[in-house]
């Protein structure tokens, strides 16, 4: 078959589609995750790490009753940015943002109610980064009834690491199967990588 693109430089056909990664989610995934998925946040705190622009957030803010939702974010530009968005939108009652490394804020995930965390560590870290952090957040994530949410799936993650030779996912975690679609949802599929799980 004849390929429907092609390369304006050297003319080939020979072409595929880039994989574009977004760290940033649709506001259909923020009010799935907040509306939906998630219990009431009432008197709850939101760990986002990785929080880069700051809109899952923002869409927290708006979603939810969460009365704290914190960004950590280690680059000093995201950061910078979320902290001018919060004083501009005067979301600082609840919202804040920390300019750290995920690694030094164990107290922080430890009292979390709830931790997000979307495409942070698979393009954005190495692999020995990434074995450190979720060695650190098995260590630390232990209260019961703690929720963390994921794109893509732990078990994928672990996999790839070969972490579940090192830590025992199933006497950690347990991951919650969402109810059926919601109405509003126009593509399910936006949905399919969302995971929730609770701490044992």
């Given amino acids: 078959g004849i390929g429907r693109n092609y390369c304006l430089k050297c003319g080939s056909h020979k072409t595929e589609p880039l994989n574009i990664i977004s760290h940033s989610m649709s506001m259909e995934q923020l009010r799935y995750i907040f509306s939906h998925l998630l219990p009431d946040l009432t008197n709850k705190t939101i760990v986002d790490v990785g929080s880069r ?28 940015v979320q902290e ?27 009292n979390a109610d709830v931790v997000i965390l979307h495409n942070v560590f698979e393009f954005f870290a190495t692999s020995d980064q990434e074995c450190r952090i979720w060695k650190l957040l098995y260590k ?12 893509p799936t732990i078990e994928e993650r672990w996999k790839k690491l070969k972490l579940e030779k090192e830590l025992d996912l199933t006497s950690w975690i347990n991951e919650i199967t969402s109810s059926p679609p919601i109405k509003w949802l126009d593509q399910e599929e936006d949905i399919q990588d969302i995971h929730l799980y609770t701490i044992l």
Wanted: aromatic share 10%; with cysteine.
């Fill in 84 to 110: 001018t968005l919060i004083s501009k939108y005067e979301l600082g009652d609840r919202v804040s943002v920390i300019h750290s490394d995920i690694c030094d804020q164990q107290e922080l995930l430890h």
């Fill in 140 to 151: 630390c994530m232990r209260r019961c009834g703690t929720m963390l949410i994921t794109i």
């Fill in 53 to 80: 622009t700051g809109f899952v957030l923002y869409g927290g803010y708006v979603y939810s009753n969460a009365c704290r939702l914190v960004g950590v974010e280690m680059n000093s530009y995201f950061h910078s």
